[in-house]
């Protein structure tokens, strides 16, 4: 599982918002519900990253987790 904090500051700067993940290829894209905009890329084997629509005032905290290993975290009994 990869976790990605995108703001360095303080968390009482910023609204928060969770993003959603999905994976296309090599790159691993992020999206807000909340900012319909907003995108970030990261390329999970050159770790490059792009950014699309992004603001100052919003931290945006996401997860990738591969569908390969989804149901070892939803099937606890």
Do not use: A
Request: hydrophobic residues 30%; proline residues 3%; glycine residues 2%.
């Amino acid at each position: 599982m990869l976790n990605f904090n995108f703001n360095l500051s303080s968390d009482d700067e910023y609204e928060i918002h969770s993003c959603k993940s999905y994976r296309d290829g090599d790159w691993i894209i992020f999206y807000c519900p909340i900012c319909i905009d907003y995108e970030r890329r990261i390329n999970w084997r050159t770790r490059e990253m792009k950014s699309r629509n992004v603001k100052d005032n919003v931290k945006h905290l996401g997860n990738y987790i591969p569908h390969e290993y989804k149901k070892v975290f939803e099937n606890l009994n």
